[in-house]
C-alpha cells in the first residue's frame, strides 16, 4: 500500500494560497476483507479496496469539508476553490469565528504491528473459522433458528498533514469478529450477539477460544428459555459484569462527556448532554467511581497514535473520584472552553469529518474478587450480559437489558431469571456503585455519531461493579 | 461506461457465471448548523465502482475504488481512465479468490435482461445541480421560521445531491438513469428540553419546502416548554409523523427475505397470516413519484415496482431479489440488493383520520412527536424500545393536558401493528439520521401501549 504524500501536501498548500486560514488533508487508503456465514451457508465475501482525501479548511472563521476519490489536481482544485467560496459564505451565520487551539504540531510515523497479517491467511482458512464457529453448535443446532456470524479483516494506511506543520503517517490492522445467535424452546425466543474488535492481525483469534465461548452462551439461553423464572418488580443490590459496566461507561459517560455535544454541534443528530461546563467540579457519583477514555490502550479497537487533527493521544480522566472532571475535546471545542485539545478527534472514513469521539472508555477498578463483591449481597440480582439497551439524547435515562442474569440471595448465586430490566438515571447509577472488582475487561463495538453517520470502533469496559438499592425486575 | 461492458465480458470469458457491474459518479453538498449558525459545509465529490461475482455460486462483491488502480475519473456523465490492463488484473484476483471459496448452495443467480425501463416523474431536477449558495439561504430561512415561531435554537442539516447510475449484468442488462434530492433536517430548542424536529424531503425543488420544516420544528418546541416527567404505563399513543416512520423503518428488517432466511424476522411463517389491525397497509414503492428512494431499476436491473407487503392487516410477501424469490418459491419484487433485499420507498397507507380528531378520541394518553434509539431485546419476537426525544403531551379526556418527559416505549413492533385504529389522511415522507429509508407516513392512533420510565 502506498499514499501519496505529495497530493496531501498539494491540499493543504492550495487551500492556504486560496484564502483558507487553515488547512488540512488527510489520505486515507483501506484494504477489507469481509465473509459472512449465515445458518451454515456462506454469503458474499467482500473484498475492497478504497482510498480517498479529506480535506478541511477554515475561512473567516467558516469550516468548510472536502471529500473526494478522484486523484486529479485539476479537479481537485476546483473543489477545494469551491469549499472555500462556501465556508467564506457560511461564515456570515457565524456569532463567533471558528478558531481551533493550538497545538504542537508533530511530525511521526506510527503503526500497529501485526504478529500474524490477516492478509496471510487464506479467504479458505478465514471462512473454515466460521465454519468452525458452527460446528461448535452442532449438538444444539435443531434448537437455533438463527447463527450469523461475521468476519472481518482490514488494514488503513493514513497521511495527514496540516498548516501547522504536522506530518503523521500511521499504519493499522484490524480484525472484527460478530455472532448473534437466536434459540427457541416451544414457539419462545431469546437472542445473544457478541462483537469481537481488535487491532492487530489473526494472532487475535488464535489468542481466544471463541468456540468454547458460543457454545457456553447458545447452552445458557437455552437454559434460560427452559428455567429462568420472571423477577417480581422490586429493590435489589445489582452486581454488573465488566460487560454491562462497559455499556453503560459508553453510553452515560462518554457520550454525556463529548464536549461538541455540549456546545450543541450535534443536537439533531447524535443529541445533546445534560453535562454543561458548570458540571465540571461536580458530583455524579459514589467515591469509587472513576472513568476514563483511553486511546492508547494496547490493541484496542479503537487504538491510535495520533488523532485526526495531529494531536498526541492521550488518556483522559472524565469522571474522577464521582466528580465531573474532563469533557472529549478536539482542537475547536478545546479553543471554546480555553484549554488544549486531548486529542479526541476521530473520522473513521476519508469521507467523514473528524469530530469528537470516544476510543476506549472505562472505569478503574477497585480493590474487591469477585466472591468478596457477591457475599456481601443478601438479595441481589447479578447481570452478565444484556440485549437490549438505550439512553436518551441528554444521556441521562438509560435502559439495560439483561440476558444471563442469576438471582443473589445471601451471598450465593441462585437461579436463573429472565430479562432484568434495569431503567435508571445516570446519577443514580454512579450515586449506587459502593465497590468495584480489581480486574477490568473490555468488549468492542461500533460507535455511532456524526452526520452523515461515521461508525468508529470503541472498546468499553470496566470491573464488576455492584450497585445498592435499585428497583429492578423482569421485563 | 463502456468500461462497466468490458468489466462484464471479462469476468464472464475468466469463468464467472454472474456478473454486475454498478458505476455511480455523485456529487453530494452539506450545510451543517447548530445554535443558528453554520458549523460546517461540505461537499463530496466521488464515484464508487461496485462490482459482484458469482463463480460456481461463490459469490465476491468487490469495488474498482482505489484509484491506483482506476487512475482518474472525470466528473460526472463521464468516462473512467481504468486502464484494460488494470481491470484485468483486479478481476483475474477476483475470480481467483472466488474459486477457493466455499459456495452459497442456496444462491440462485440474478434476473435475465433485457428490460425496458420508464424513467420516474419528478426524480431528477437540474436546478439542484447549480444551487451553489443558495444551499445556505435555505438553511437561514428554515432557522428564521423557526425563530419567528418560538425556538431559541435550531440544530440540523441540509443535503442537496445529484448523481448518475451506470448498469451492467451478464444477465443482458444495460442501464442509466440520473437522480437528484434535496433534504433538510431541523431541531428547534426553545428552553431546556422543550423541542421539536421536522424535515422537508424531495427529489426536486418543487416538493422542497425549508421554511415549513423550520416553522414546524419551532412550534413543536414552543408548545413543549416546560415539560415534566410523565408516569409509565399502558396509554393510547398518537404517533407523529416522525416516531411513526422510525417504528417502520426499524421494523423493516423484517420484511427482507435475507432475515427471514437468517432466522431473524418477527414475520417468519406469517404469510397470509394477520400480523396488524385491518387499518393497517403497508406498501413499498419503487417508483413513487418524488420518491427519495425511487428509481427505475433495483441492485441487478430488474425494474421496480409497487407491492403490498401488509394489505389491511395480513402479510402479503416479504421483500425478494431474484435468488431469495427462487429459494421462496416466488417471484423477484424487484428489491435487490443482491445480498440483502431491502425496501425502496415504505409507504404507510392513509386513512381518513386527522390529529385533531385522534387527540379528541383519546381519553388516557399520550401524543409523541419524535423518538430515538430504537432497539431489539429480541428481533425474533420483536420486543423492542425506543425513547421520545422532542415535544410530547399528556391527552386526558380528549385534550391535550401538557407536556412531558422521561419516557420510553417499550413494546412490541407486532403488537405495534396490531394496535393501530386509526391513520390520518395527510402523510409526509421522512428521512433523517434516525430514519435511513424513506418512509411516507401520516399521523397513527395506537390502542394500549407500553410506557415505561427511570425507577429511580
Keep these: 500500500m502506498t499514499v501519496d504524500k505529495d497530493l496531501v501536501h498539494f491540499c493543504v498548500d492550495y487551500a492556504l494560497k486560496n484564502g483558507a486560514s487553515y488547512s488540512e488533508a488527510r489520505l486515507v487508503s483501506t484494504t477489507e476483507e469481509g465473509y459472512i456465514l449465515k445458518n451454515g451457508v456462506p454469503e458474499s465475501s467482500v473484498f475492497a479496496e478504497g482510498k480517498g482525501i479529506g480535506v478541511r479548511v477554515i475561512v473567516d472563521g467558516g469550516l468548510g469539508f472536502l471529500a473526494i476519490n478522484k486523484f486529479n489536481k485539476e479537479e481537485i482544485k476546483a473543489r477545494v476553490k469551491e469549499i472555500i467560496k462556501i465556508a467564506k459564505v457560511s461564515s456570515k451565520l457565524l456569532k463567533q469565528p471558528i478558531k481551533l487551539s493550538e497545538e504542537k504540531a508533530y511530525k511521526d510515523k506510527w503503526e500497529v504491528k ?43 494506511e493514513k497521511y495527514y498533514a496540516n498548516s501547522d506543520g504536522a506530518e503523521l503517517h500511521g499504519k493499522i490492522p484490524q480484525v472484527f469478529i460478530y455472532y448473534s445467535v437466536i434459540a427457541m424452546e416451544n414457539g419462545d425466543a431469546e437472542q445473544r450477539y457478541y462483537p469481537l474488535g481488535e487491532s492487530g492481525g489473526w494472532e487475535i483469534l488464535k489468542r481466544r477460544n471463541l468456540f468454547e465461548k458460543i457454545k457456553e452462551e447458545t447452552t445458557v439461553l437455552l437454559k434460560i428459555l427452559k428455567e429462568a423464572k420472571k423477577l417480581p418488580k422490586e429493590t435489589f443490590d445489582v452486581l454488573l459484569s465488566p460487560e454491562l459496566v462497559g455499556i453503560a461507561m459508553h453510553e452515560s459517560c462518554g457520550h454525556p462527556g463529548e464536549a461538541d455535544r455540549s456546545l450543541g454541534r450535534e443536537g439533531a443528530q447524535a443529541g445533546e448532554t445534560y453535562l454543561t461546563k458548570d458540571w465540571l467540579g461536580k458530583r455524579i457519583g459514589n467515591d469509587v467511581v472513576t472513568v476514563v477514555d483511553d486511546p492508547t490502550v494496547e490493541n484496542s479497537y479503537g487504538f491510535y497514535k495520533y488523532d485526526d487533527e495531529g494531536v498526541e493521544a492521550q488518556r483522559r480522566v472524565l469522571i474522577k473520584n464521582g466528580l465531573i472532571n474532563d469533557f472529549l475535546h478536539n482542537r475547536w471545542t478545546a479553543e471554546v472552553f480555553n484549554k488544549k485539545s486531548n486529542g479526541a478527534s476521530r473520522a473513521g472514513r476519508f469521507d467523514r469529518e473528524p469530530i469528537v469521539r470516544m476510543s476506549t472508555t472505562f472505569m478503574l477498578p477497585g480493590d474487591f474478587s469477585f466472591d468478596e463483591l457477591l457475599e456481601d449481597i443478601k438479595k441481589g440480582v447479578f447481570i452478565k450480559s444484556y440485549t437490549e439497551w438505550n439512553i436518551d439524547d441528554k444521556r441521562w435515562n438509560a435502559k439495560y437489558v439483561g440476558n444471563e442474569a442469576y438471582l443473589i440471595e445471601n451471598g450465593q448465586l441462585k437461579h436463573l431469571i429472565r430479562r432484568p430490566v434495569l431503567e435508571i438515571t445516570t446519577q443514580s447509577f454512579y450515586s449506587s456503585v459502593d465497590a468495584l472488582g480489581k480486574k477490568i475487561e473490555f468488549i468492542s463495538g461500533t460507535c455511532g455519531k456524526n452526520e452523515p453517520m461515521d461508525g468508529v470502533p470503541v472498546w468499553m469496559g470496566g470491573p464488576y461493579a455492584r450497585l445498592r438499592d435499585i428497583p429492578i425486575g423482569s421485563a | 461506461m463502456e468500461i462497466g461492458k468490458y468489466v462484464v465480458d471479462k469476468a ?25 449558525e453554520i458549523t460546517l459545509s461540505t461537499t463530496w465529490d466521488t464515484v464508487d465502482v461496485g462490482v459482484f461475482l458469482a463463480y460456481k455460486k461463490r459469490l465476491i462483491s468487490s469495488n474498482l475504488n482505489n484509484p491506483s488502480l482506476s487512475e482518474t475519473f472525470s466528473s460526472m456523465g463521464g468516462k473512467t481512465n481504468l486502464t484494460k490492463d488494470s481491470v484485468d488484473k483486479f478481476l483475474e484476483r477476483m475470480t481467483k479468490i472466488a474459486k477457493v471459496l466455499a459456495p452459497k ?42 425563530v419567528d415561531e418560538g425556538a431559541k435554537r435550531c440544530a440540523g442539516v441540509l443535503y442537496s445531491s445529484f448523481w448518475e447510475e451506470h448498469k451492467f449484468t451478464s444477465g443482458d442488462v444495460e442501464a442509466k438513469e ?56 399502558k396509554y393510547d399513543l398518537i404517533l407523529g409523523p416522525m416516531i411513526a416512520a422510525n417504528l417502520l423503518y426499524y421494523m423493516s428488517y423484517a420484511f427482507s427475505a435475507f432475515e427471514v ?29 418524488n420518491g427519495f428512494e425511487s428509481s427505475a431499476f433495483d441492485e441487478e436491473g430488474v425494474p421496480t415496482q409497487s407491492k403490498k407487503i401488509i394489505e389491511n392487516g395480513i402479510l402479503k410477501t416479504y421483500l425478494h431479489n431474484t435468488s431469495t424469490a427462487k429459494k421462496f418459491k416466488t417471484k423477484t419484487t424487484a428489491n435487490a440488493g443482491i445480498i440483502y433485499p431491502q425496501p425502496k420507498n415504505l409507504i404507510l397507507e392513509r386513512g381518513d383520520s386527522k390529529l385533531e380528531d385522534m387527540i379528541s378520541q383519546v381519553k388516557n394518553g399520550i401524543y409523541i412527536t419524535n423518538v430515538w434509539y430504537t432497539r431489539f431485546a429480541n428481533y425474533r419476537t420483536g420486543d423492542f424500545s425506543t425513547i421520545p426525544r422532542d415535544a410530547m403531551f399528556e391527552i386526558k379526556n380528549g385534550k391535550i393536558t401538557k407536556s412531558i418527559k422521561g419516557l420510553r416505549l417499550s413494546d412490541n413492533m407486532q403488537h405495534v401493528l396490531e394496535s393501530v385504529s386509526a391513520i390520518s389522511k395527510d402523510t409526509r415522507t421522512i428521512h433523517w439520521w434516525e430514519v435511513e429509508i424513506p418512509i411516507v407516513t401520516g399521523y397513527v392512533l395506537c390502542k394500549d401501549l407500553n410506557m415505561t420510565k427511570s425507577a429511580k
Design chain 2, 12 to 36: 464472464l470469458k475468466l469463468g464467472a457465471d454472474d456478473v454486475v457491474v454498478t458505476i455511480k459518479p455523485a456529487v453530494t453538498k452539506q450545510i451543517r448548523f447548530a445554535n443558528n
Design chain 2, 261 to 289: 432466511d437468517s432466522g431473524m424476522s418477527f414475520l417468519i411463517d406469517k404469510i397470509g397470516k394477520r400480523v396488524g389491525s385491518n387499518k393497517v397497509t403497508i406498501v413499498d414503492d419503487g417508483r413513487l413519484e
Design chain 2, 105 to 146: 448452495e442456496d444462491y440462485y443467480g440474478i434476473a435475465n435482461g433485457p428490460f425496458k425501463y420508464k424513467p420516474i416523474k419528478d426524480s431528477y431536477d437540474k436546478k439542484i445541480e447549480n444551487l451553489g449558495e443558495k444551499t445556505v439561504d435555505f438553511v437561514e430561512d428554515a432557522i428564521n421560521a423557526a
Design chain 2, 178 to 233: 440520473k437522480g437528484s434530492s434535496i433534504n433538510i433536517s431541523l431541531r428547534a430548542f426553545a428552553e431546556k428540553d422543550a423541542s421539536g424536529h421536522s424535515v422537508s424531503v424531495s427529489r426536486n425543488m418543487k416538493g422542497f419546502d425549508p421554511e415549513k420544516a423550520g416553522r414546524e420544528a419551532g412550534m413543536l418546541a414552543k408548545q413543549s416548554l416546560n415539560p415534566v416527567v410523565g408516569e409509565s404505563g
Design chain 1, 114 to 156: 501485526a504478529k500474524i497479517k490477516s492478509e496471510d491467511i487464506s479467504p479458505e482458512e478465514k471462512m473454515q473459522y466460521l465454519f468452525d464457529l458452527e460446528k461448535s453448535l452442532s449438538s444444539i443446532k435443531n434448537k437455533l433458528p438463527s447463527r450469523f456470524f461475521q468476519l472481518a479483516t482490514s488494514n488503513t
